[in-house]
T-cell receptor, first 113, second 116 residues
Framework: RKEVEQDPGPFNVPEGATVAFNCTYSNSASQSFFWYRQDCRKEPKLLMSVYSSGNEDGRFTAQLNRASQYISLLIRDSKLSDSATYLCVVNYLYGGSQGNLIFGKGTKLSVKP | DGGITQSPKYLFRKEGQNVTLSCEQNLNHDAMYWYRQDPGQGLRLIYYSQIVNDFQKGDIAEGYSVSREKKESFPLTVTSAQKNPTAFYLC???????????????FGQGTRLTVV
């Protein structure tokens, strides 16, 4: 069975803080990796794909470590609007009863003034 | 504007009734998915389809049925056999399983189903 594990949090941080989330996956036969953001009572939205070399988009940095089977998301200079649940997603070539997109349960972030 | 549309946004069902949730996409995606999300919980896969006229059961398929007669459409029926159907239902699509890297999923806005 393929598993994607995340610390559920909540992570409570002050505005301006730097916060990092990790996500581990159990099956090495993985193709691609993503971070999604989900606001309360809304659908998940793609935050960023995770490239093997690591990638950055403004205040957000994602990294992949295939050898250790984890991905990370770093948020710098946290804003109140960053408060949400962050979902780690792993895409596998072949599905099964879980399908090919495996979602972690999410990490809740709360940024306080 | 390309996207994925779910309807209705809110749905109320009486116990013992079947109800069908609509999901339509105009992204030309091959793969489509249905997920269920309960309050404070993660996404659980109900059914998915990688191509027209084919679909596979997910982890929690019991009490649900789907069809995939057209590439654009993947309706979900919540049957009376589903004992606890009140939940947030999310439909998603992606280019296709196993078609290469970065095949991210795009979600509809969801349908909130309540049994009354």
């Amino acid at each position: 069975r393929k598993e994607v594990e995340q610390d559920p949090g909540p992570f409570n941080v002050p505005e301006g803080a730097t916060v990092a989330f990790n996500c581990t996956y159990s099956n090495s036969a993985s193709q691609s990796f993503f971070w999604y953001r989900q606001d309360c009572r809304k659908e998940p939205k793609l935050l960023m794909s995770v490239y093997s070399s690591g990638n950055e988009d403004g205040r957000f940095t994602a990294q992949l470590n295939r050898a250790s089977q984890y991905i990370s998301l770093l948020i710098r200079d946290s804003k109140l609007s960053d408060s949400a649940t962050y979902l780690c997603v792993v895409n596998y070539l072949y599905g099964g009863s879980q399908g090919n997109l495996i979602f972690g349960k999410g990490t809740k972030l709360s940024v306080k003034p | 504007d390309g996207g994925i549309t779910q309807s209705p946004k809110y749905l109320f069902r009486k116990e013992g009734q079947n109800v069908t949730l609509s999901c339509e996409q105009n992204l030309n995606h091959d793969a489509m998915y249905w997920y269920r999300q309960d309050p404070g919980q993660g996404l659980r896969l109900i059914y998915y389809s990688q191509i027209v006229n084919d679909f596979q059961k997910g982890d929690i398929a019991e009490g649900y049925s789907v069809s995939r007669e057209k590439k654009e459409s993947f309706p979900l029926t919540v049957t009376s056999a589903q004992k606890n159907p009140t939940a947030f239902y999310l439909c998603a699509s992606s280019i296709g399983a196993g078609t290469g890297d970065y095949t991210e999923a795009f979600f509809g806005q969801g349908t909130r189903l309540t049994v009354v």
